[in-house]
């Protein structure tokens, strides 16, 4: 089955470029999907990418997509103290009739110096 | 407002009762599903249901039990059989492209 992994902490200053990376084994996964978790909250879907992409941005928040290495990473640029949550990678495969929901990593946590 | 609601956020539960935690969602979604959050495990998958009167074991299901008799609702009972369920659980729904929508979340202590 698909296994997604993710470092477990990110610490980075107020102002500087965040990047949360990770990695995944399944290479039919379709899309990969990066949440955002504020404590004591459910999760929210901040961004996703297709599998036949390489790069998607959002305003401060851009993607990148390595299919061949299994590698997506997401930046934030500008980072700010409201960024400080927990980053979930999830990767999705059509199961053609399972589950068909995603497959989440640990999460990074991400901590912003001042 | 179109969302997933998740009832009560905080609940607490003796040994031996069973709980039932809320999970409702007006966003016409036929897939649901109930996650359990534990500190550094990330989300593991408990029950989903792809649609109404039907349901399936997840990752984690043994103590726990669902229903589905609404597309809008996905109940999900703590029963006294699950040994260890403390924890923050997560209900969701699955949109268009395969993207799940989170409640809010309950957080579940056992005294």
């Known amino acids: 089955g698909e296994d997604v992994e993710q470092s477990l902490f990110l610490s980075v200053r107020e102002g500087d470029s965040s990047v949360i990376n990770c990695t995944y084994t399944?290479?039919?996964?379709?899309?990969l999907y990066w949440y955002k978790q504020e404590p004591g909250a459910g999760l929210q879907l901040l961004t996703y990418?297709?599998?036949?992409?390489d790069m998607k941005q959002d305003q401060r928040l851009t993607v990148l997509l390595n299919k061949k290495d299994k590698h997506l990473s997401l930046r934030i640029a500008d980072t700010q103290t409201g960024d400080s949550a927990i980053y979930f990678c999830a990767a999705r495969m059509y199961s053609g009739g399972g589950a068909d929901g995603l497959t989440f990593g640990k999460g990074t946590h991400l901590i912003i110096q001042p | 407002d179109g969302g997933i609601t998740q009832s009560p956020k905080y609940l607490f539960r003796k040994e031996g009762q069973n709980v039932t935690l809320s999970c409702e969602q007006n966003?016409?979604?036929?897939?649901m599903y109930w996650y359990r959050q534990d500190p550094g495990q990330g989300l593991r998958l408990i029950y989903y249901s792809q649609i109404v009167n039907d349901f399936q074991k997840g990752d984690i299901a043994e103590g726990y039990s669902v229903s589905r008799e609404k597309k809008e609702s996905f109940p999900l009972t703590v029963t006294s059989a699950q040994k260890n369920p403390t924890a923050f659980y997560l209900c969701?729904?699955?949109?268009?492209?395969?993207?799940?929508?989170f409640g809010e979340g309950s957080r579940l202590t056992v005294l």
């Open positions: 399944d290479s039919s996964s379709t899309y």
């Open positions: 990418i297709f599998s036949n992409m």
């Open positions: 969701a729904s699955r949109g268009p492209t395969g993207e799940l929508f």
């Open positions: 966003l016409n979604h036929d897939a």
